[in-house]
């Protein structure tokens, strides 16, 4: 492993550690394979299960009763697909965009406190290196991992 791929190793680290203590210390506590199923039904309103397992690499059994917790929580619905009527649609409910919203909050408080013990040279190097890695990445990591 080279020098720079264990340097953004040990940094992952730390933003998970971050955004594992704002997942704990949030008031409606949630594991992280549900705040997974959030993040994915946020970004895809309206998908259906089938497409919920494939976004979260799981099977559709594992999905369902993933999702059967959620909507018992209040956080999620199910609804029939305005695409096919067979089909069902989840979405958010208004408590589960305001569980998102809080936890991302409470990580950016977080990550500004760290950000602000940095210099402005060291944020905007930090800032161009995560945008360019953010799109080298998406083009390339998952099809050269796959292959």
Known sequence: MSVTAAAVDGAAES???????AR?????????SQLQA??????NEGLNL???ADGMGIILSSASRLCDRLIAAGMLERGISPVDRREISLTLTPYGNEVLHDLRDD???????????MGPASRTALLRGLREFTRVSNKNAVMELSA
């Open 50 to 52: 089938r497409a919920l």
């Open 15 to 21: 933003l998970l550690a971050i955004f594992e203590a």
């Open 107 to 117: 990580r950016l408080r977080r990550l500004e406190l760290v950000l602000d013990k």
């Open 24 to 32: 704990e210390q949030a008031r409606t506590r949630l594991s992280s």
């Open 38 to 43: 959030l993040l994915v039904v946020q970004a």
